[in-house]
Structure formats: structure tokens, C-alpha cells
């Protein structure tokens, strides 16, 4: 009777490609998500009941409720950057209903930095089309040293590039 619940916690945790995740350093009122991605590898189909985090740091999502043979899917953790500061951790429990009872752990951390203000706290460019441009500010404040700088900006997605330009620097504030 022992090994049946450990099988199933096994069988779960098989679906998903990470379980754990740190997002590093992000600015306050920053938007920073990460995604569990999970596959189906087994006949029967998927059913995520439920997922839960242990701290208001963190809000889960279910991407797809239902995955069948081979489908994928995703948990996605949200970082509440506008309402938490520092060190950050929370467990997110997934619980998976079909076709038996199981619970996975999921781990996140994260730091969220006080002293650098986002303005907004995410852009999005939503749908441009091929061969057409679009142009997004953010504005960046830093409230600490006096010789911070920002010496790099990069992106993941080589269809994006940025530059930044500092705008003001006055007794220990700085504006890019």
C-alpha cells in the first residue's frame, strides 16, 4: 500500500521538463513569468484539478486543463513584483485528478529590488505585422549609488532591439 502513492507522485512528476525555476534579480512592479511546461506521456488523458501557491509572491495558472496523449501544457508562475520585496520562495502544488491522484511540487524563487522602479512594469507590443515596426518606452529609475549604470541591454528575441539613453542623474536618482 506504501509504494502505490509514491508510483503515482513518480508518474506525475515524469510529465513535467523542470520543477524548478529562479527568476534572479527583477525590479519592482517588474512582470516576470516562467511557465512549467508538462507533456502527456502516457495513453490515458490529464486532468489538472488544481494548483495552489504557498506564498501570495507567486500566482499559478493552469494553461490547459486537460492534456491528451502527447499534448502539451503548462503551469504558469506569475511573480508578484508590485506587492512583495527581497528574497522571495514559494511552492506551487499542482494536483492532478485523472487518471489517478497525484501531487506534484513545483519551486520558485526570486529578489525583488526596491530601489529600481519600472514605468510602466511591462510593455507589450501585441500583433505587428511582417515588415512593420513598433516602438515601446519604458522608463527606468534607480534610487541608490550614485556611479549605478545600466551597461547592457539585451533580448532573447532576435526581432528585438533596444537602446537606452540616460535622462537625468541628480542626488543618488538616475533616469534612463
Given at each position: 500500500?506504501?509504494?502505490?502513492?509514491?508510483?503515482?507522485?513518480?508518474?506525475?512528476?515524469?510529465?513535467?521538463?523542470?520543477?524548478?525555476h529562479d527568476f534572479g534579480n527583477i525590479a519592482?512592479?517588474?512582470?516576470?513569468?516562467?511557465?512549467?511546461?508538462?507533456?502527456?506521456?502516457?495513453?490515458?488523458?490529464?486532468?489538472?484539478?488544481?494548483?495552489?501557491?504557498?506564498?501570495?509572491?507567486?500566482?499559478?495558472?493552469?494553461?490547459?486543463?486537460?492534456?491528451?496523449?502527447?499534448?502539451?501544457?503548462?503551469?504558469?508562475?506569475?511573480?508578484?513584483?508590485?506587492?512583495?520585496?527581497?528574497?522571495?520562495?514559494?511552492?506551487?502544488?499542482?494536483?492532478?485528478?485523472?487518471?489517478?491522484?497525484?501531487?506534484?511540487?513545483?519551486?520558485?524563487?526570486?529578489?525583488?529590488?526596491?530601489?529600481?522602479?519600472?514605468?510602466?512594469?511591462?510593455?507589450?507590443?501585441?500583433?505587428?505585422?511582417?515588415?512593420?515596426?513598433?516602438?515601446?518606452t519604458i522608463r527606468v529609475r534607480y534610487t541608490?549609488?550614485?556611479?549605478?549604470?545600466?551597461?547592457?541591454?539585451?533580448?532573447?528575441?532576435?526581432?528585438?532591439?533596444?537602446?537606452?539613453?540616460?535622462?537625468?542623474?541628480?542626488?543618488?536618482?538616475?533616469?534612463?
Amino acid at each position: 500500500l506504501l509504494l502505490r502513492p509514491v508510483a503515482a507522485q513518480a508518474w506525475a512528476e515524469k510529465m513535467f521538463a523542470t520543477r524548478s525555476h529562479d527568476f534572479g534579480n527583477i525590479a519592482r512592479g517588474a512582470k516576470a513569468e516562467f511557465g512549467f511546461e508538462l507533456t502527456n506521456l502516457y495513453l490515458q488523458d490529464v486532468h489538472i484539478a488544481n494548483v495552489r501557491a504557498t506564498c501570495g509572491c507567486t500566482t499559478p495558472r493552469i494553461e490547459k486543463e486537460k492534456l491528451k496523449t502527447y499534448e502539451k501544457g503548462a503551469i504558469v508562475a506569475r511573480i508578484n513584483s508590485d506587492r512583495f520585496l527581497g528574497n522571495q520562495s514559494s511552492t506551487i502544488t499542482v494536483t492532478i485528478d485523472k487518471p489517478q491522484y497525484a501531487q506534484v511540487q513545483l519551486h520558485v524563487k526570486v529578489h525583488i529590488f526596491s530601489d529600481v522602479l519600472l514605468e510602466p512594469p511591462s510593455v507589450a507590443f501585441g500583433s505587428v505585422a511582417q515588415g512593420n515596426s513598433a516602438e515601446r518606452t519604458i522608463r527606468v529609475r534607480y534610487t541608490g549609488r550614485s556611479d549605478w549604470r545600466i551597461l547592457e541591454v539585451r533580448s532573447g528575441n532576435p526581432h528585438l532591439t533596444a537602446t537606452v539613453t540616460q535622462t537625468a542623474r541628480q542626488g543618488g536618482g538616475i533616469t534612463y
